[in-house]
């Protein structure tokens, strides 16, 4: 049974930083594309940032958390990370880790998610 567990989240204030993990188990962490997508209320999940899981883990990320955000991963320790740094209020969102076995900004494409942290920014 695929379980993706995602913490770190929290409260702060614009400008500050935080560090979500996702940790997985139940599948072969070095093989999965990780990503991190989130959801503000009233609107559709959006895609944050992704790593894939071969050839120099290529990263893709939103335009909108471009040089702000880092994904990262562990595969020793089957964690996958999303660094966020000069947050903004418009970054409050929950956000959720999804594993798939290639980087889609889709949402509808995964199978596998967590349950999600909540990332709350105030000004």
């Known amino acids: 049974q695929v379980q993706l567990v995602e913490s770190g989240g929290g409260s702060v204030q614009a400008g500050g930083s935080l560090r979500l993990s996702c940790a997985a188990s139940?599948?072969?962490?070095?093989?999965?594309?990780m990503n991190w997508f989130r959801q503000a209320p009233g609107t559709e999940r959006e895609f944050a940032a992704g790593i894939g899981w071969s050839g120099g883990f290529t990263t893709i990320y939103a335009d909108s958390v471009k040089g702000r955000f880092t994904i990262s991963r562990d595969n020793a320790k089957n964690t996958a990370y999303l660094e966020m740094n000069s947050l903004k209020a418009e970054d409050t969102a929950v956000y959720y880790c999804a594993a798939g076995r290639s980087v889609v900004r889709d949402y509808k494409w995964y199978n596998y998610w967590g349950h999600g942290t909540q990332v709350t920014v105030s000004l």
């Open positions: 139940g599948l072969t962490f070095s093989t999965y594309a």
